[in-house]
């Protein structure tokens, strides 16, 4: 597999990735946040697709899903805002989102959309690597997707090694035992926990997600690995500063 | 056809683990211990003990004779109201907990809907001296006041899930979310036949006690180890599978699960998931859920917190989705009625999911030398605030 997430990733920069809710705060308002990240540096983005039950989300996130349903987002809408998405986008972009929804929409219909749109991934944290090898991952594969998988400090060696040799694009490293947003800063179990990792020479570049809020996080975890994901604090500047504020955000992290 | 877990955690189509990566070492601990640890004639021992000594099993089977002669039928009662804590729900928390030591688990968390599952735990979280958190719906809180005040006494802090329907659906997700937080010293007793696997089975082998008493006594009263008919109420369905475990294979024992169809089934506002449900995930399993065209989950509603559900067990979905179980729905009115009923003639006040499985007799006429067992999972005594209101007692 090689799309826009390979390419970026063999850039050898530290890559920044920022999620966002669609369909929040306002509906309408996913293309233009897509666009303002672009412009304002943005290396890669993660397009949430709402769920009324997310489990592995803190407070913050949960609370733009339910708002964005509330505005009515759904999986249909979602694809048909990001219909020309391609036009002036050109970062890698992929859909973050419970398993349900896909499976609700058929996931092969639901992978045919994201390749005719031209998502590059995505990250499903409720569809465990088993699963996905027995019955998802021809799919996944026909269409060019790269399915993420998520990693933590409880990981095993064993299975990190079988992650690694299942993943395509990267692995997401949750920085810390625990849901979206929930931490602020990182102690030596999280900087032992990305030198160890670091030290397994995997085959897949990583990017460390879960209490990456600014300058200093994102460099701290970005030592041992390829990138950063900031989430719940992405959203919270957009709860108190609007779409309007996104470059100061950026600007801010590096 | 098997209507038993198999090796990959699946019955039939539904099941599985659909757990976030961060809950896969905690799951996989149970998954591969579970067995091992209750097959152990010590861990057996042990829990066998404290449910004769310190739980009061085996709960009667009582034959209700008056309202057999009402039904024209033989009606018998599975006394589980008479467990120590009120309710069938300590079966599976005094299993869980001795499971928890055995992993050497310092902290207890659990959900909890009608607030017994919460109690129970609480119970053998002060039992066995450990550190309880329940989380429970904020709606629930409200409507269960006596159970959250027991549980505060028994030591347990009481977490308000304020997300969603503010119900058993939200404080699940609470209670995974703490398990994610805290995933080394942190066992979670899940109260239902749900989760990911091997939750589901993992409890229904703890619940299974109910159906293999049932047998026993029915041989003594009857002369046979088996009903015609067994009927349980069912939320997520854990006094179900425990009273349906040991007829599973034994195509003479009609199955009833009963479900709460609230306001009726077509009023918006109704926890009936095989009638309204689709197969789908939740809390970490593929089974039938009420949900959206989108994959959105339903806010459900019934009159019983315990039933306030949007999913069923994977092993209901599947004797559902096979035609092993018959399933009947019960509205918010008739699920009353019939707890007002078994009062008033056999003097028992049920809990009001209990109620629900009460009004099948109403609903579904049985042959007057059938053998009909109901589950009777739970005491009224929390419910009577909501007793009191409906009828203005």
């Given at each position: ?54 489990l592995?989300?803190?407070?913050t ?6 708002k ?7 999986t249909?809408k ?52 088993e ?12 269409y060019?997707l ?16 079988k992650?690694d ?15 979206t ?7 030596n ?10 030290a ?16 200093e ?25 609007g ?12 | ?27 996989e ?5 579970y ?24 709960t ?86 006596p ?18 329907s503010?119900?058993?659906?939200d ?5 995974i ?8 010293d ?9 989760g ?8 229904t ?22 009903p ?71 806010e ?39 707890g ?11 809990a009001i999911?209990t ?39």
């Amino acid at each position: 597999m090689n799309n826009r997430i390979h390419a970026k990733l063999r850039e050898q920069k530290k890559v920044l990735s920022i999620y966002f809710t669609a369909g929040y705060p306002k509906l309408e308002d996913t293309t233009r946040i897509i666009r303002e990240l672009q412009s304002s540096g943005v290396d890669m983005i993660e397009i949430g697709l709402p769920f009324s039950d997310p489990l592995a989300d803190g407070p913050t996130i949960q609370d733009s899903s339910t708002k964005a349903l509330h505005n009515g987002m759904t999986t249909e809408k979602l694809f048909e805002q990001l219909e020309d998405i391609r036009e002036d986008v050109d970062i890698p972009l992929i859909i973050m989102g419970y398993f349900n929804p896909m499976l609700q929409y058929g996931v092969e219909a639901f992978c045919k959309r994201c390749a005719a749109i031209g998502i590059d991934g995505l990250i499903i944290p409720d569809l465990p690597v088993e699963v996905y090898e027995a019955s998802y991952k021809d799919i996944f594969e026909t269409y060019g997707l790269a399915n993420i998988f998520l990693i933590t400090p409880q990981t095993s060696e064993a299975r990190v090694r079988k992650i690694d040799a299942t993943s395509e694009g990267f692995i997401y490293m949750v920085s810390s035992a625990s849901v979206t947003g929930a931490k602020s800063t990182f102690g030596n179990a999280q900087e032992e926990y990305f030198d160890r990792i670091a030290a397994l020479n995997l085959e897949t570049p990583r990017i460390v997600g879960f209490g990456i809020s600014n300058a200093e996080t994102f460099n701290t975890a970005t030592k041992k690995a390829d990138g950063a994901i900031i989430g719940s604090a992405f959203i919270k500047h957009l709860t108190h500063h609007g779409v309007e504020k996104i470059k100061d955000f950026i600007a801010a992290i590096r | 056809m098997s209507y038993h877990v198999d090796q990959n955690g699946y019955y039939g189509n539904f099941g599985g683990a659909f757990i976030p990566e961060m809950l896969y070492p905690n799951v996989e601990e149970l998954r591969t211990n579970y067995l091992q640890i209750m097959n152990d004639p010590s861990f057996k021992k042990d829990f066998d003990q404290l449910l004769k000594d310190y739980v009061g099993r085996p709960t009667p089977l009582y034959f209700a004779k008056r309202l057999s002669e009402k039904y024209g039928t033989r009606i018998y009662f599975k006394r589980e109201d008479l467990n120590h804590t009120g309710a069938h729900k300590v079966n599976n928390t005094i299993g869980q907990i001795l499971l928890a030591r055995k992993l050497g688990k310092k902290r207890i968390i659990a959900e909890t809907g009608a607030g017994q599952h919460g109690v129970a735990t609480a119970t053998v979280c002060a039992l066995m001296g450990m550190q309880c958190v329940v989380y429970m719906g904020e709606i629930d809180i409200a409507r269960q006041a006596p159970n959250v005040a027991r549980m505060k006494m028994l030591g347990a802090e009481v977490r308000p899930a304020l997300s969603g329907s503010r119900t058993l659906k939200d404080a699940t997700n609470e209670a995974i979310r703490d398990w994610i937080n805290n995933p080394l010293d942190t066992h979670y007793i899940i109260g239902s036949a749900i989760g990911p696997h091997p939750y589901p089975d993992m409890v229904t082998r703890f619940q299974s006690v109910i159906s293999e008493e049932i047998r026993k006594q029915l041989l003594e009263k009857e002369g046979r180890d088996y009903p015609d008919h067994v009927v349980a109420c069912i939320g997520g369905g854990s006094n179900a599978a425990g009273s349906y475990y040991h007829f599973l294979d034994d195509t003479r024992v009609n199955i009833i699960a009963v479900e709460a169809a609230g306001k009726g089934i077509d009023s918006g506002e109704s926890a009936a998931t095989s009638a309204l449900g689709r197969e789908g995930i939740i809390h970490g399993c593929k089974t039938l859920l009420m949900q959206t065209d989108d994959g959105q989950i339903t806010e459900p509603y019934s009159i019983s917190a315990g039933l306030d559900y949007p999913g069923v067990g994977p092993m209901h979905a599947h004797l559902y989705a096979s035609k092993r179980g018959e399933f009947i729905s019960v509205t918010d009115d008739d699920a009353m009625n019939a707890g007002l009923e078994l009062t008033r003639l056999e003097g028992i006040i049920p809990a009001i999911e209990t109620a629900h499985a009460l009004a099948v007799p109403q609903q579904r006429p049985f042959k007057k030398d059938e053998v009909v067992v109901i589950n009777l999972s739970g005491r009224g005594d929390k419910d009577l605030n909501t007793y009191i209101d409906h009828f203005n007692l």
